[in-house]
């Protein structure tokens, strides 16, 4: 196969736009994950000092927190509300260096109550509620990046990769997957946090 100069450079040119592209997902998967862990330690080392207990929120299960009869227990709904109440500072760090050092066109939003109740209640009617609180309430904090000039499946095999050697390793807390529904076809990365008492972050 013969390529003169032209098809050379913007061959060379596509593939130095996908490295930069792949760098770009990488800063921000090192970005959010390091912002999270931060930002949860505070909010442990807060919330004890308030006389909250921490809570395991793998073993902790929506039939546990949630009653069709009498609604979210008070306790967890102090509980989620506080965390969800510390996450303003944590959006705007994040939204704003994502958007300045990696992808401008990113968003981004906290989860509203009434969205949170919905989910709550919707699980706790199906398998009698037995689903762990971080599986169901696993994006009170979102964000989504839209990259329009370059497919996100191009540079995929590298992300997993990427992704899975920092699981694999014990070094990242993180669930990466596809995810499907209807018209909608996205990667989903859940940055888990440093251990089972804090609430998963979502990239999309």
């Known amino acids: 196969m013969n ?3 032209k098809t050379i450079k913007t061959l ?3 593939e ?3 490295s930069l592209v792949l760098n770009n997902y990488i800063k921000v998967f090192q970005i ?3 912002l999270h862990i ?3 330690s505070l909010w442990l080392s807060e919330i004890e000092n308030l006389g909250f207990n921490h809570l395991n929120l793998k073993r902790l299960q929506v ?3 949630c009653s069709i009869e009498d ?3 008070d306790d967890f709904y102090l509980y989620i509300t506080h965390y969800k109440n510390s996450l303003t500072k944590l959006y705007k760090d994040l939204f704003l260096m994502i958007k300045r050092e990696c992808f401008p066109n990113v968003h981004g939003r906290i989860k509203n109550d009434e969205s949170i109740l919905l989910k709550l209640h919707k699980k706790r009617t199906e398998q009698n509620g037995k689903f762990s609180i971080n599986k169901v309430l696993n994006d009170l904090l979102g964000f989504r990046i839209i990259e329009e000039d370059f497919s996100l499946d191009e540079n995929l095999p590298d992300i997993k990769k990427f992704l899975e050697q920092k699981k ?3 070094e990242w807390r993180v669930i990466h997957k596809q995810r499907e529904n209807g018209d909608y076809k996205g990667y989903h990365v859940y940055f888990m946090g440093q251990n089972t008492s804090c609430f998963p972050l979502n990239l999309a």
Request: aromatic share 4%.
């Open 12 to 14: 060379n040119s596509q």
């Open 3 to 5: 390529f003169n100069q």
């Open 71 to 73: 609604g979210i227990l």
């Open 32 to 34: 959010i994950n390091d």
């Open 168 to 170: 694999t390793s014990g």
């Open 63 to 65: 039939e546990t927190v």
């Open 38 to 40: 931060k930002h949860n």
């Open 16 to 18: 130095n736009s996908s």
